[in-house]
Nanobody
Framework: QVQLVESGGGLVQAGGSLRLSCAAS??????MGWFRQAPGKEREFVAA????????YYTNSVKGRFTISRDSAKATVYLQMNSLKPEDAAVYYC???????????????WGQGTQVTVSS
C-alpha cells in the first residue's frame, strides 16, 4: 500500500505559478502521474513521470507551462505550474501506477486532491 498526500494548491491570478507536491508514504518504483478534475468535467490526465525519471509525458494543453519532476529520495513528485490560465482551475490529484500512463484506470493509488483556483 502507498498513501499519497498532495499539497501546494491555492488561489493564484492568471499568469501566476504554483508548485504542487505529492508525498508518498514510502519510496516506490511506481510511475507517478497528475490528473485534474474541474466541476462538471471528467478527470483528465495532466502529466506523468516514470519511476527513474527517464520519461515524462504531458497533455498538450500544459506543454511548455507545466513541469513534472520527482525526488525519489524524498518519495515526492512535483508539478510546477507556470503561466496558469483560468481553465487550469481544478482539483489536482496525484497517482501512482506501474507505468507512466495517460489512462487513469492504470493507476493503483490516489491522493485526496488539492484545489487549484485561477482568477482571471
Amino acid at each position: 500500500q502507498v498513501q499519497l498526500v498532495e499539497s501546494g494548491g491555492g488561489l493564484v491570478q492568471a499568469g501566476g505559478s504554483l508548485r504542487l507536491s505529492c508525498a508518498a508514504s514510502r519510496r516506490t518504483f511506481y510511475a507517478m502521474g497528475w490528473f485534474r478534475q474541474a466541476p462538471g468535467k471528467e478527470r483528465e490526465f495532466v502529466a506523468a513521470v516514470t519511476w527513474g525519471s527517464s520519461s515524462t509525458y504531458y497533455t498538450n494543453s500544459v506543454k511548455g507551462r507545466f513541469t513534472i519532476s520527482r525526488d525519489s529520495a524524498k518519495a515526492t513528485v512535483y508539478l510546477q505550474m507556470n503561466s496558469l490560465k483560468p481553465e487550469d482551475a481544478a482539483v489536482y490529484y496525484c497517482a501512482a501506477g506501474p507505468k507512466g500512463s495517460t489512462d487513469s484506470t492504470e493507476y493503483d493509488y490516489w491522493g485526496q486532491g488539492t484545489q487549484v483556483t485561477v482568477s482571471s
